[in-house]
């Protein structure tokens, strides 16, 4: 049951990140697509959101091994 619960944790860690970063990016090409001269503002603003939503699926990840650890 353990391993079941680590598999689930990690898939729907990568799941959310990825409709996640889907989000985040096709709403920066909306941006730079209405507004071109905000172009590195908005890149910047899309990176730092990209790279707090890649943050979800490590956590998931360690409480991963951490609930298979104590299998």
């Keep these: 049951m353990e391993f ?3 598999a689930i ?3 729907l860690g990568a799941l959310g990140a990825g409709i996640g970063n889907g989000m985040i990016v096709s709403k920066t090409v909306e941006g730079i697509a209405r507004q071109p001269e905000q ?3 908005l890149q910047t603003t899309m990176f ?3 790279g707090i939503v890649e943050v979800i699926p ?3 990840a360690v409480i991963a091994f ?3 650890g104590q299998a």
């Design 4 to 6: 079941l619960a680590a």
């Design 9 to 11: 944790a990690v898939g």
């Design 39 to 41: 172009r590195g503002a």
């Design 48 to 50: 730092i959101g990209v």
């Design 58 to 60: 490590l956590i998931a």
């Design 66 to 68: 951490l609930i298979f």
